[in-house]
Each structure stands twice: as C-alpha cells, then as structure tokens.
C-alpha cells in the first residue's frame, strides 16, 4: 500500500519550519536563520520512501498584520498550502507555543493536523510542556502532538511516521529522485539571500531580492551570475561595502554554501541593482514570482 500526501507546514515566525523540513529530508534545500520571516516563497521539499512519498510546502511565518504587499503575497501562499493540504503539519516554539493563535484558522481546514513542538532542546520546564501538549490535544481534537527539535534531530522519525500514517493512498506524484519541484537557480537564489541574512543586519536583509540571470552548468564548474535587487541606492552602497569587501564577502559566503548543495565547483558573480520599493510594488511582485502572472 502506497501513500502519498501533501503537507502544508505552518506556524509562526521562527518557530523553526525550514530547520524542521531540512531535517525530515536530511537535507539542507530551505534555508535557515533566527531573523523572522526568512521563509518567503512557498517551497515543496519531497521525502521518498520505500512505501510512500510526502511533499512538504514550506510556507512563510504566519503575521496577523502585513506592512506592505510582499507580505500579503506571502499569507496569500500559506492560504494556497492549506487547501491543497491533505495534512497540515503545525509548527509550535516549545518554549512559548501560542497555539491559540491558529484554532480560528485550523476551523478552515477538514485535513488531519500533527502539531510539533519544536526546539525540545531549550525547554527547561518538562511540567509545563506537557500541559501545553495535553491542552493541544484537546483544542484540535489530535492525538499527533509531539515534542521535538528539528537542531538536535530528536523525535523526528515519529513525526514522519505520523504523517504518513495519515496520508491518503494514492501513487508518488513525482520521480523518486526528486527531492523538490523548485529549479536549481531557484534554491540557488534563496541560498545567496541566506547569506544576506546572515551577513547583514537591520533593513538590509529584508529589502532584497535575488535573481539568478544566467547558470551555465558545465562539466567541472557551475557558472552562475546573479543580480541582488535593493530598495535603496544606500543599501547598495552597504551591500556593496568600502571597496567592494562587503559584496566579495557576500560571494564567498554564498559560493561555499552552492558548492556544498551542487556538489561541484562553483563560479557565482553578483551583481546589486536599484528596484525602488519592490516591496510594495505588484508589478515587481510578479515579476519576483510572489504574485500570479
């Protein structure tokens, strides 16, 4: 009997999403940082086995409020990962799970719902989490609330295992080998950005974009070229730094972080250019992807 279902992964931001799919899938395809609202796009990571394939949709951070359009873009992809969910797999922060903030939104959807609390590995109070769990239980109507820490690998086998038990029957949508439906140049892209995130602080790493323009894959070496889009020519100027150092850092970075995905050499050239207030621009929205063309 084969099972294969789609998972919509949701939570609040940081409650550790992205480290948590990484984990199920071994694999480091999303990326991963303490900033909130890392996650922008919605990404399907797949998980193959023997007897079943699960296809996670990553999504974006749950805000009640959205500052300008980039943000509305992406609540509209969680919606989106909700109704095509045959189950929602609920992200909890261990240490304080403000679940009450999803039962309106849970009522929406007639799925199964496994709920994780996730960073175990930082919770000090045993007391405390197992009422939270025993609390959860009840307000959902779920038995598949679990404690778990996506950084530490603890209990991840038992989360798979309850997802796939509750997965439809039905044959692999994809190739056994796929391990997601994104382009290369995509996770490429979100890999430069991660190294945005981790390099650069205050607006810097939440007023960019990045394209891949051209990826040249040949036999030793990968050449990709890539444009990194700011809202401000200060910002360039920043991402940029005092002679280029800022932006050579940035390629090092980035390139070491593709080399380990591609398993190859990598040549990256960055290019930053001025989009102004992309953000809060539809036509620019479309044209990054976060909107339907």
Known sequence: MFKSGFIAIVGLPNAGKSTLLNAILKEDLVITNPKAQTTRHRIKGILNGENHQLIFSDTPGIIEESAYKLQEAMMGSVNESLEDADVVLLVLDGQSPKFDLFVERMKKTTCPLVVVLNKADLVENQDSIEAHMESIKNTFNTDHVFLASAKEGFNIET????????SPKHPAFYDKET????????????????????????????SVEVSVTNYNEKE???????TVFVERESQKGILLGKGGSAIKALGIASRKRIEAFVHKKVFLSLTVKVKKDWRSDEQQLRYFGYLKK
Do not use: C, G, H, W
């Open 159 to 166: 989360v798979v295992a309850s997802l796939i038990l509750l």
């Open 179 to 206: 391990i997601s439906d994104e382009s290369v140049r995509f996770l490429v892209s979100e890999m430069i950005r991660e190294q945005i995130l981790n390099l650069f602080k205050k607006e810097i790493p939440y």
């Open 220 to 226: 030793t070496i990968d050449e990709i070229y890539a």
